[in-house]
T-cell receptor, first 114, second 112 residues
Framework: QKEVEQNSGPLSVPEGAIASLNCTYSDRGSQSFFWYRQYSGKSPELIMF????GDKEDGRFTAQLNKASQYVSLLIRDSQPSDSATYLC??????????????FGQGTILTVHP | DVKVTQSSRYLVKRTGEKVFLECVQD?????MFWYRQDPGLGLRLIYFSYDVKMKEKGDIPEGYSVSREKKERFSLILESASTNQTSMYLCATREQGNYEQYFGPGTRLTVT
């Protein structure tokens, strides 16, 4: 049973719009979440980390965590073509082992068209 | 900056061959991970290691083994490659006490 679910998309938005990426999770014990960005043919890179309810902003990116509803989202404001990538949601493994295993969602493919 | 390197970017092997994928990191991180990535399935954990000579199975260990003789090197072994092991393989490292994982460039393996 997959613990982290994402809409695989693809999601297409026009340049300058807000892109909204969503992730739901099944383990109520999950405390924190990561958003990784992966360009085509490249490896994932961490762009956001959130561990408390509410919003966390970093430049054009805002991560939102709602523990009661068990979802986490990533908003990208003023989307640019360079934001076109696959976005992966990840959570430390159920049980919070000290070895930091991450469970990843399937990824959402985002395309920002000019 | 953390540097994680993988021995090959592209690899083509035949069914039944023994395949070695190497991962080397230069940041003295304790934890190392091997994932495979397939379209629509995201990253799935194959094996991880939390210290030299220590290893644990991930979610999909069947058909794979690993070796970690030195802290900086973590090897993934396909004992007898099969076509369903055609995939992108990603190595990652993590510093103890920090959840962030750093990924290598990946090895795209094709088994024919």
């Amino acid at each position: 049973q997959k613990e982290v679910e994402q809409n695989s998309g693809p999601l297409s938005v026009p340049e300058g719009a807000i892109a909204s990426l969503n992730c739901t999770y099944s383990d109520r014990g999950s405390q924190s979440f990561f958003w990784y960005r992966q360009y085509s043919g490249k490896s994932p890179e961490l762009i956001m980390f959130i561990y408390s309810n509410g919003d966390k902003e970093d430049g054009r990116f805002t991560a939102q965590l709602n523990k009661a509803s068990q979802y986490v989202s990533l908003l990208i404001r003023d989307s640019q073509p360079s934001d076109s990538a696959t976005y992966l949601c990840a959570s430390p493994h159920a049980g919070g082992t000290s070895y930091g295993k991450l469970t990843f969602g399937q990824g959402t493919i985002l395309t920002v068209h000019p | 900056d953390v540097k994680v390197t993988q021995s090959s970017r592209y690899l083509v092997k035949r069914t039944g061959e023994k395949v070695f994928l190497e991962c080397v990191q230069d940041m003295d991180h304790e934890n190392m991970f091997w994932y495979r990535q397939d379209p629509g399935l995201g990253l799935r954990l194959i094996y991880f290691s939390y210290d030299v000579k220590m290893k644990e199975k991930g979610d999909i260990p069947e058909g794979y083994s690993v070796s970690r003789e030195k802290k900086e090197r973590f090897s993934l072994i396909l004992e007898s490659a099969s076509t369903n092991q055609t995939s992108m393989y990603l190595c990652a490292t993590r510093e103890q006490g920090n959840y962030e994982q750093y990924f290598g460039p990946g090895t795209r393996l094709t088994v024919t």
